[in-house]
């Protein structure tokens, strides 16, 4: 009986554990992206909202197809504010997408292998932490964009908020 109630409270643990971020994400991030607008909105390099919004979802997008698998996809379809570095309003995309952990058990170490070098390729830093049965991959961009990849023996998350970019382009 004892180890019974054991084995749910973990279970429940490693679901909250992979779920708060979620929660977090929304709220502590809009601010956290301030530095990624340092250039003036009329720059051409500077991406508008809407390209912003079409090189983040290709991350996510290649991410999702490169660990394969069937995932549930949660992405908000609304932007959300966020300040950017001179104080005035912008908008950021957020994404969320789950999955059952398919043959991870196994492969776990590989997939973020794998992850960890594609996001390196594409300009993000990686940091990889293990917490109890969940491994984490966080990657940031120059542009503090956030990718947050989870996988333990009882599933996978994949999760990001996109740079902060003015509303009003050009």
Known sequence: MRSGIARIARGVGAACFLLLP??????????????????????????????????????????????????????????????????????????????????LSVTASVTTASVTAAWEQAGYEVEQMSIGPVTQLIATSEAHEQLIFRVSDRAMTLQGESECRPVSTR
């Open 22 to 103: 979620v929660l977090l994400l929304g709220s502590c991030l809009g601010v956290a992206q301030t530095a990624g607008s340092a250039q003036a909105p009329g720059s051409d390099s500077v991406p508008t909202l809407e390209q912003a919004r079409a090189d983040f979802y290709a991350v996510i997008d290649d991410t999702q197809e490169l660990i394969g698998g069937e995932w549930d996809v949660q992405d908000d379809p609304n932007s959300r504010g966020c300040l950017l570095e001179d104080g005035s309003a912008g908008r950021t995309f957020s994404v969320l997408r789950l999955a059952p952990p398919s043959d």
